[in-house]
């Protein structure tokens, strides 16, 4: 398996923190995979995520990208945040510019590239995530749900290898949640590896495909949803549980052997599975 991102036991404390936020963290992300961090609010997510662009430098310990330890260096962080693409939690953070156009042409700028090249790509990516209508509207007229879709066209714009995500539900209705899984899905089958940390149960098991655990920022489980969640006590025991969705799955197929093989991951595949049962039962 490729390796994008690898941690080797690093550790990292806020000043003026009294307990660190990630204490000997060691993982690897693999390439080409749906990624999924989970983990209860403080319990090294966010942290994790600023030490995969060169943001936070660790203490102790090294990161590396592609096999290459970061090197905090202006012009080698410059390059390696072209390939790592950061999507915070509050898109406020991220939007610098003053009108949707100016904001997803910021970073091709910042990257030298032609001015026939940045308006190519700036025009392509608008009319994707559906922003070619509000290209000229100030970003503080946007609502937040614009603004979400903005801070990910903005880092999707520059084509990165890598895309992370921190909370990117967070504020969102069901429709627009289920938007953004889509896309998700989209980028990654044409070719980037999506990373997002949430402490969204049921959205870490309909979506994604790898499931990193942390707990006081530490690694404590990784695989599969289904390998992961079968930890049902030791994820109980880190104050996170099991989706509802595979909790409901899971006690329907106590002591017995249908279907266990291939569980529900979404509301749909478990209504269409349980009608699958009623159907038997009558025969």
């Known amino acids: 398996m ?3 991102l690898e941690y080797e036991q690093v550790e990292y404390q806020y000043p003026g923190a009294v307990q660190p936020a990630l204490c000997g963290l060691s993982l690897r992300i693999p390439a ?4 999924a961090i989970l983990g209860r609010n403080g319990c090294g997510k966010s942290t994790l995520l600023l030490h995969a ?3 936070c430098r660790p203490r102790y310990g090294s990161v590396k990208w592609k096999g290459e330890p970061i090197r905090y260096e202006r012009g080698w962080l410059n390059r390696l945040r072209q390939q790592v693409g950061l999507v915070f939690q509050d898109p406020e953070q991220q939007i610098v510019a003053s009108t949707v156009e100016e904001d997803l042409s910021y970073g091709l700028c910042n990257a030298g590239l032609p001015e026939v090249e940045v308006r190519r790509r700036v025009l392509a990516c608008a009319d994707r995530f559906g ?3 509000l290209l000229k509207r100030p970003v503080h007229q946007l609502s ?3 603004k979400k879709w903005l801070a990910l066209a903005g880092v999707m714009v520059m084509q990165p290898e890598l895309l992370l995500l921190d909370e990117p539900t967070a504020g969102l209705d069901p429709y627009h949640t289920r938007l953004l899984l889509d896309e998700l899905s989209h980028i990654q089958l044409h070719g980037t590896t999506v ?4 402490h969204d149960l049921d959205l870490v098991y309909a979506w ?6 942390l707990e006081r920022g530490r690694l404590v489980l990784e695989g599969t949803p289904d390998a992961v969640f079968a930890h049902k006590a030791l994820l109980e025991q880190a104050g996170l549980g099991v989706p509802l969705i595979f909790d409901v799955w899971t006690t329907l197929m106590q002591g017995s052997c249908r279907d266990q093989q291939v569980p529900p991951r979404t509301r749909e595949q478990l209504r269409q599975k349980l009608a699958k049962i009623r159907v038997v039962s009558k025969e």
């Not at 994604?208 to 655990?213: E, G, L, M, S, T």
């Open 2 to 4: 490729d390796w994008l």
């Open 32 to 35: 080409g995979r749906r990624c």
């Open 208 to 213: 994604a495909d790898w499931v990193f655990v």
């Open 195 to 198: 990373v997002m940390a949430t």
């Open 144 to 146: 937040l749900g614009q």
């Open 53 to 55: 662009n060169g943001i």
């Open 131 to 133: 922003l070619t209508d």
